[in-house]
C-alpha cells in the first residue's frame, strides 16, 4: 500500500530572471516501510520536489499543477486541499522531516527534552507524563535520557544533535519520513551510526523514508529504491539493484561513476615522467617536531617530516573533522605560529623571515581552499585574483596572456570566466579559476585543503585531474589534505593518517587504505558508503561498536609506518 | 541550508519570462540594481531639499532679518492671526517671533547649520571609528583589548550630559567646536562594527587569498577589506549623523550650544523659553519642528534604504 | 566553565568601574581645561556682588573649602574622587544651604519611575511591533500601518514631547502641561494621588515611546528575518508547532537576544532624550534639576547630577549584563 502518491506535479520559483521551473512533471509514489532515495545535484528539484509533500516551499515556490496524495487522510486525500490548520496536524505526526543542518536545527535556548515535549503537546494537546514520551523518542535513537535531554543544543555533537532530530522525527510514529540530507555535515564513522539509526528507527515504526542525497554511495547503502532527478525532471526511477547495476540514463552512469573507489580504476590519465623540480641540498618542505596547543586543546602533536622536492610528489593528509590536518595546514602556510618546533621551507624558518624572504616564499608555496565561494573578494571580478599575485610577485610574462593560458589549462573557456564578478560563476569554475591561479604562480609547492568537498560529486574528479596536472606537467609537489581516503588512494604518493593530532598510520596509498593496519583506518575504510550493494555496510549495532573501538584508541594512539617512498622521510617516535 | 530557491536558481533550465505582470518585471528589475532604491533616493531628495532651502534662501531672502528687532514682534504666518487678532504680513511670511526675528530667515540660517553640526561629527567620528576599528580588529592583542574596552566605556557615557558639563564650563562655543566634541561621542559605534567586520573578514577565503599573494598589511586593510565595507560605513555614517543632530538639538533646547549662531534647537529653545505653547504661537516652534522631522525622515529613508542594498535579504520581490 | 562565567563577571565589573571612573575624572577635568574657570567666575560674581546676593560669602567660603584650591591639583582630585564616591556633591549655590545630594535624592525616584516605565513600554511595543513585520502570519493591514510608524524614528524626544504637548494639552486638554502630579493633592500614599502621578506621566512617557519604540521595531525586524531563515524555525514549522508558539518560542525568544545588548548599548542615548523630556515637561526629575542648575549656573548640581545620571546608565548597563546569561544558556554554560 502506497502511503504518499505524487502525480505530475510541477512547481515554479519566480525570480529576477523570470520563472524557474524547478519541478517539472514528476510522478512517484512511496510505499509503506519502503525507503526511497532522491538523488541529485544541487538544483535538481530534489529537496523541493520532497518538500511540497510537506507543504513547506521556500518563498517564492509554488505548485503549479499536479497531485500530492496522502493516503492515510480521510476523505480527500489530496495534501494540497488541505486548510493551514489541517496542514499543521499533518506535519510530524503523518509526515515528518529530517533537516540539513544538524549544527543548526534544535532551537538554542532550550533544553532537548523540552523541543520534544512541545512537539507531542501541539498535535496531542497536554498529554501526561511528557518526561516518558521524551524519554522513551531518546532511548529509541540511543541516547541517555537523564543526561542529554537536561543538556541544551550547543552541548551536544553534531551526531548528537542529529540523532535527537531523528527522535523528534519518530516521536509521533509518522507514516512518512523525509530525510534531507541528514548526514552531509557529519564524519564518515558519525555518518554511518546516524544512518543506521535512521534506518533501525523507520523500521520499528514501518514508516515510509524518503533520503535525500547527492552520494550515491550512501544511497546504495540506505534505500531500496532510487529516483534520479536531473533540472527538475526525473530520470530515472527504479529498486537500488537496478539502477546501480544497470543505469540507463547517461546522467545516472556519470552520478556511479564519479564516486571514487579504494582499489578501482584511477580517474586519472597516466603520465610520462614528471618534470624535475630543482635539486636541493636541503629539504623542501621540513616539519622538525612542529606541535599545536589552543588553550587546553591540543590540535596537533609534535610532528615531523621531511620533503625532497626534486622528484614531485603528492603528500595526503587523512582525517576527519578536529583531527589536526587543517592545523597542519595553516602551520605549513605560515598563518599560525607553531608552539614549539620549526617548519622550514628550504632550510629557512618560515616564522623567522624578513618581508623579502617571506615574499619569495610566499611566491613558491601557494594553496587551494576549501571554500571556492569564499576565495574571491566579492567587490572586484575574478581577474583581480589572478591578476594582483602576478603582478605583486613580479612574474615575467604577459598578464592576460598568462591568464588566459592558465584557464585553457585547466578547461575553463577565458572569454567565459574572465571579466566576471564571483556570484556570476559557479563553485566548480570558482574552484578551477584558483587553480589556474596557483598555475601562473607555478610555485614549488601547493596545499590542497579540502579543494573538492564543497564542489558537486561530477565536478569533484576533474578538479582533482587539474591539481593532480599541476604534479605530473609542471613539477609542482602538492600536500593534500583531506577526509575522503578513496580519493587520497588515487592522486597520492604517500598517505599518512590523522586521529586527535597524532599519526595513527603512515605509508603508500596502496598498503594504508588498499590493506589498513591500524583500527582507525580500519574504521575510517569500513564507514565508507560505497555504490556497492553486495558490500555489508554493517547494521546499528556494528556503528555502535565502532564507537567503542574509537574510545580505545583514546588520546595516545600508537603509529603504524607501513612502509617509505624515496623522498618523502616520517620522522619516527 | 535548506534554501531550495537559492539552490534552484543557478543550474536549471533558463527562466522563461512569460506569465509575469508588467508591473513585476518592473520590480524585478528593481531588485537587480540595489541602489537604485526608492527610499535611498527619496531620503536624499529631502536632505537636497534642505540643502537648496540655505542656498536659494540666501539668495532669493535677506539673512540679516534673524537679528532681534528686525521686523515686527509676534506676527502669525501669512493668512493667519496671532492671539491680538492681528493678520500675518507678507513681509514675514513664515511669521516672526517675540523678539521680531524673521522665522523664516532663522530657518534659511538655522537649518543648514543643524545639517553641518551632524555631517562634521559623523565624519569626524567616522575617521576615528575607521582607524580604531581596523587597528583593533587587524592588531589584536592587547591594543584590541584596550580599544574594545575603551569603546564599551565610551558607549556607556551619555554624551549629553557631558557636554553640558563642558558648556557649562566653558560658556559660549562655535558651531564647529559643538561638531568637534559630538564627534568624541559618536566614534564608538563604528569602531565595534568595523572591528567585528575585520575579525570576520580577517579569517574570509580572499584575505588569506591576499595573504598568500604576498600583500601588505596596507593592501589587505584598504584594498580587500575596505570596499566591501562601504555599504556599512555609508549606513553608520548616516545613523552617526541622525545621533549627532539629535545631540545638538538636545543641548541647544536646554539653552546650551553656540548662543549668537541661530540653529533650530535654538529657535525652539527660545519658543519654549518665551512660553509659545500657551501663547499659541504655533509656528514659532511648529516650523524648526517640521523641519527637523524632515531631516530626520531624509536620513532614516536613506538609512533603511542603505539597510537593504548591503542585506538584500531585507529586500521584498 | 565556572571560570568562563567568573570571567565574564569580573570583565563585566571592570568595565562598570572604569566608566564610572572615567565619567567622574572628565566631569573634574574639563571644568580646568576652561580658560575661564566657572568656580572662579561664579567666586569673582560674588565677590563683586558683595552682599546683594544672599548669604554669598558662606557659599564663597563653601566653594574655597570643598575644592581646596589653594591645595596642590593631586590632592584636588583626591578630595572630588573621595567625595563623589560618597554622595558627597557639596552644597546647592542657588538653593544655598541645600547639600546637593538631597536635591538628587529627591529628584532621582521620578526619573527613574518615568525611565523604567518608559523603557519597557517601548521595548516590549517596538520589539513586537519588528517581529510583526517580519510574521509571515501576521494580518495584511498590520503589515502595511507598521511601516508608516517608523515614521517617528530617529527623531529626538523633545519634538515628539513638543508636538504630543501641542496636541493633547495645549489643543486638546486631556492631559496636564507639566508637573509630576497635581498641585492639589498632597503627595501621599492615595489613589488620587497615584491617579495624578499617573494621568501627568502619561504624556512624557508617551513622547519617550514614540520616537524610540521605531528603532528596537526595525533592529528586531532584521534580526527576524535571519531568524526567520534559520533551521531550527524550518523544524518548528515541520514539527507542526503552532504558528503563534513558534513565533514567541522559536523566533522571538531567539531574535531578542541581541536586542538585549543593543539596550544597554542604548542606555546612554535614551537617558540623555529623557533629560530634555524632562526639561519640556517640567518634570521635577534629574532633566529639570540639570536645566535649572544650568540656568542659574548652579555648577556642584549640575556636575553631581551629571555623575548620578552616568553612574545609573551605568549601573543599568552592567544590570542588564548580569541578566543576560540567565535567557542565553551559551553564556550561561561558558559555552
Known amino acids: 500500500m502506497s502511503v504518499l502518491d505524487i502525480k505530475n506535479i510541477h512547481i515554479d520559483f519566480p525570480t529576477s530572471k523570470g520563472v524557474v521551473h524547478a519541478v517539472t512533471d514528476v510522478t512517484l509514489s512511496v510505499e509503506k516501510g519502503r525507503r526511497i532515495g532522491f538523488i541529485g545535484e544541487s538544483g535538481s528539484g530534489k529537496t523541493t520536489t520532497a518538500l511540497a509533500a510537506m507543504r513547506m516551499l521556500a518563498n517564492p515556490g509554488f505548485v503549479a499543477s499536479g497531485e500530492v496524495h496522502l493516503n492515510s487522510l480521510e476523505g480527500d486525500t489530496n495534501v494540497l486541499h488541505l486548510d493551514e490548520e489541517g496542514m499543521r496536524r499533518v506535519r510530524l505526526r503523518k509526515i515528518s522531516y529530517i533537516p540539513q543542518g544538524a549544527m543548526n536545527s534544535l532551537n538554542p535556548v532550550m533544553r532537548v527534552e523540552a523541543q520534544i515535549w512541545d512537539a507531542v503537546v501541539a498535535h496531542e494537546g497536554a498529554v501526561e507524563d511528557l518526561q516518558a514520551r521524551s524519554d522513551t523518542a531518546l532511548e529509541g535513537v540511543g541516547l541517555d535520557p537523564k543526561v542529554v535531554g537536561r543538556l541544551y543544543p550547543h552541548e551536544l555533537s553534531g551526531g548528537m544533535k542529529q540523532r535527537v532530530c531523528i527522535a523528534i522525527g519518530t516521536c509521533l510514529t509518522p507514516d512518512l519520513i523525509i530525510a534531507d540530507e541528514p548526514t552531509s555535515a557529519l564524519d564518515v564513522i558519525t555518518q554511518r551510526h546516524v544512518m543506521q539509526t535512521l534506518r533501525e528507527m523507520q523500521a520499528k515504526i514501518g514508516a515510509g523514508l524518503i533520503l535525500i542525497g547527492h552520494d550515491m554511495g550512501l544511497m546504495a547503502q540506505s534505500v531500496d529504491d532510487i529516483a534520479v532527478l536531473k533540472k527538475g525532471v526525473l530520470v530515472e526511477f527504479g529498486p537500488v539493484r537496478q539502477i546501480i547495476e544497470n543505469p540507463e540514463h547517461p546522467y545516472t552512469k556519470e552520478l556511479i561513476s564519479s ?40 590540535a596537533l602533536h609534535p610532528m615531523s617530516f621531511a620533503l625532497d622536492g626534486e622528484e614531485p610528489k603528492i603528500i595526503s593528509i587523512v582525517g576527519q573533522s578536529g583531527s589536526g590536518k587543517s592545523t597542519m595546514g595553516s602551520l605549513m602556510l605560515g598563518f599560525n605560529d607553531p608552539t614549539a618546533g620549526a617548519v622550514r621551507f628550504k632550510g629557512d624558518d618560515i616564522n623567522r623571515m624578513t618581508a623579502g624572504e617571506r615574499l619569495e616564499f610566499r611566491k613558491q608555496v601557494q594553496a587551494v581552499f576549501q571554500d571556492p565561494y569564499a576565495c574571491f573578494n566579492p567587490f572586484y571580478r575574478v581577474n583581480h585574483a589572478l591578476k594582483f599575485p602576478f603582478e605583486n610577485f613580479g612574474m ?11 584557464c585553457e589549462a585547466v578547461g575553463l573557456d577565458p572569454s567565459l570566466v574572465l571579466g566576471r564578478y564571483p556570484h556570476q560563476l559557479s563553485g566548480g569554475q570558482r574552484q578551477r579559476l584558483i587553480v589556474a591561479r596557483a598555475l601562473m604562480l607555478s610555485p614549488k609547492l601547493l596545499i590542497a585543503d579540502e579543494p573538492v568537498s564543497m564542489v558537486d560529486a561530477s565536478l569533484r574528479a576533474t578538479i582533482l585531474a587539474n591539481i593532480h596536472d599541476l604534479k605530473d606537467k609542471h613539477g609542482i609537489s602538492i600536500i593534500y589534505i583531506t577526509h575522503d581516503l578513496a580519493t587520497a588512494y588515487h592522486v597520492s604518493d604517500y598517505v599518512m593518517v590523522l586521529y586527535h593530532g597524532h599519526v595513527v598510520e603512515a605509508g603508500p596509498p596502496k598498503e594504508v587504505i588498499g590493506d589498513p593496519q591500524h583500527a582507525y583506518t580500519r574504521l575510517l575504510i569500513d564507514s565508507i558508503p560505497w555504490p556497492d550493494l553486495d558490500r555489508d555496510w554493517g ?25 617509505d617512498i624515496p623522498g618523502f622521510t616520517l620522522g619516527q617516535g | 541550508m535548506s534554501d531550495p530557491t537559492n539552490a534552484a536558481a543557478p543550474e536549471t533550465a533558463a527562466p522563461d519570462m512569460a506569465g509575469l505582470t508588467k508591473r513585476q518585471l518592473k520590480r524585478m528589475k528593481r531588485f537587480d540594481n540595489p541602489w537604485n532604491n526608492p527610499k535611498l533616493i527619496w531620503g536624499i531628495t529631502l536632505l537636497m531639499g534642505i540643502i537648496a532651502l540655505g542656498i536659494f534662501g540666501r539668495i532669493f531672502w535677506d539673512t540679516d532679518l534673524v537679528f532681534t528687532g528686525a521686523v515686527l514682534p509676534s506676527q502669525a504666518p501669512v493668512g493667519f492671526e496671532n492671539l491680538r487678532g492681528q493678520v500675518g504680513l507678507a513681509s514675514s511670511p513664515l511669521g516672526t517671533d517675540v523678539a521680531g526675528k524673521d522665522l523664516l530667515a532663522l530657518l534659511i540660517v538655522g537649518a543648514p547649520n543643524s545639517l553641518y553640526v551632524g555631517v562634521l561629527a559623523s565624519l569626524i567620528g567616522m575617521s576615528l571609528g575607521i582607524f580604531l576599528g581596523f587597528t583593533a580588529g587587524y592588531t589584536g592583542g592587547r591594543v584590541d583589548d584596550v580599544i574594545r574596552v575603551g569603546s564599551d566605556v565610551m558607549i556607556t557615557i551619555p554624551p549629553l550630559l557631558i557636554l553640558v558639563v563642558v558648556q557649562a564650563s566653558f560658556g559660549d562655543i562655535t558651531l564647529t567646536m559643538m561638531s568637534l566634541l559630538i564627534a568624541a561621542f559618536v566614534w564608538q559605534s563604528p569602531t565595534r562594527l568595523i572591528r567585528a567586520q575585520v575579525l570576520s573578514m580577517r579569517e574570509s577565503g580572499y584575505v588569506q587569498m591576499a595573504r598568500l599573494s604576498g600583500a601588505s598589511d596596507r593592501h589587505i586593510m584598504f584594498r580587500e577589506m575596505l570596499p566591501n565595507l562601504v555599504p556599512y560605513l555609508f549606513g553608520s555614517f548616516i545613523a552617526n549623523v541622525t545621533t549627532s543632530i539629535v545631540t545638538a538639538v538636545g543641548l541647544e533646547v536646554l539653552g546650551l550650544g553656540p548662543q549668537r549662531v541661530p540653529t533650530l534647537g535654538r529657535v525652539i529653545y527660545d519658543a519654549i523659553d518665551s512660553a509659545a505653547l500657551t501663547r ?28 537593504e542594498v548591503s542585506n538584500p535579504r531585507l529586500r521584498r520581490l | 566553565m ?27 577635568i574639563i571644568p580646568r581645561l576652561s580658560p575661564v574657570n566657572p568656580i572662579d567666575a561664579m567666586l569673582g560674581r560674588m565677590a563683586s556682588g558683595g552682599g546683594t546676593i544672599e548669604n554669598s560669602g558662606a557659599i564663597m567660603e563653601q566653594l574655597m573649602e570643598r575644592f581646596g584650591f589653594n591645595d596642590p591639583w593631586y590632592v584636588q582630585y583626591w578630595l572630588y574622587i573621595r567625595n563623589t564616591l560618597t554622595f558627597d556633591f557639596g552644597l546647592s549655590t542657588s538653593s544655598f544651604p541645600t547639600p546637593v545630594a538631597q ?15 518608559a523603557l519597557i513600554i517601548t521595548f516590549i511595543i517596538g520589539n513586537l511591533l519588528g517581529a510583526l513585520m517580519v510574521w509571515e502570519h501576521t494580518p495584511r493591514p498590520w503589515k502595511a500601518v507598521i511601516p508608516a510608524m517608523m515614521v517617528f524614528t530617529s527623531m529626538p524626544p523633545i519634538l515628539s514631547g513638543l508636538l504630543l504637548m501641542y496636541i493633547f494639552s495645549s489643543t486638546l486638554p486631556w492631559f496636564p502641561l507639566n508637573g509630576a502630579y497635581s498641585i492639589r493633592v498632597e503627595p501621599e500614599l492615595s489613589l488620587s494621588f497615584i491617579g495624578s502621578v499617573i494621568h501627568h506621566g502619561v504624556l512624557p512617557a508617551m513622547s519617550i515611546v514614540v520616537v524610540t519604540f521605531g528603532f528596537w521595531a526595525l533592529g528586531m525586524r532584521g534580526l527576524m528575518i535571519t531568524v526567520q531563515g534559520e533551521d531550527y524555525t524550518v523544524l518548528a514549522k515541520a514539527k507542526g508547532l503552532k504558528k503563534r508558539y513558534i513565533l514567541y518560542k522559536y523566533m522571538i525568544r531567539n531574535a531578542i537576544l541581541p536586542q538585549i545588548t543593543a539596550f544597554a548599548l542604548k542606555i546612554g542615548m535614551l537617558v540623555a532624550g529623557q533629560v530634555l523630556v524632562e526639561r519640556i515637561f517640567a518634570y521635577p526629575g534629574m532633566g529639570k534639576l540639570l536645566y535649572d542648575a544650568i540656568l542659574t549656573q548652579d555648577y556642584p548640581v549640575i556636575q553631581g547630577v551629571s555623575f548620578v545620571i552616568i553612574l545609573m546608565t551605568a549601573l543599568a548597563v552592567f544590570l542588564v549584563d548580569l541578566l543576560y546569561p540567565l535567557i542565553d544558556p551559551r553564556i550561561r554554560l561558558g559555552g
Open chain 1, 259 to 298: 564516486v571514487p573507489l579504494v582499489g578501482g580504476e584511477s580517474f586519472l590519465h597516466a603520465q610520462a615522467a614528471p618534470p624535475k623540480g630543482e635539486k636541493l641540498d636541503v629539504p623542501l618542505l621540513e616539519l622538525d617536531g612542529v606541535s599545536k596547543v589552543y588553550g587546553s586543546v591540543t
Open chain 1, 396 to 406: 615575467q610574462g604577459d598578464v592576460e596572456v598568462e591568464m588566459h593560458k592558465a
Open chain 1, 539 to 563: 547494521d546499528a549495532g556494528d556503528a555502535r561498536a565502532a564507537l567503542d573501538v574509537l574510545a580505545e584508541i583514546g588520546g595516545t594512539p600508537e603509529t603504524v609506518y607501513r612502509g
Open chain 2, 280 to 307: 499659541d504661537m504655533w509656528w514659532w516652534w511648529g516650523f524648526p519642528t517640521i523641519l527637523l522631522m524632515v531631516m530626520f525622515i531624509g536620513l532614516l529613508l536613506i538609512n533603511l534604504g542603505l539597510d
Open chain 3, 2 to 28: 565556572e571560570n568562563t562565567f567568573a570571567r565574564y563577571l569580573f570583565n563585566r565589573f571592570f568595565t562598570l568601574f572604569l566608566t564610572v571612573f572615567i565619567a567622574a575624572t572628565l566631569i573634574w
Open chain 3, 103 to 117: 536635591m538628587i535624592g529627591d529628584a532621582l525616584p521620578w526619573t527613574i519611575g518615568l525611565m523604567m516605565v
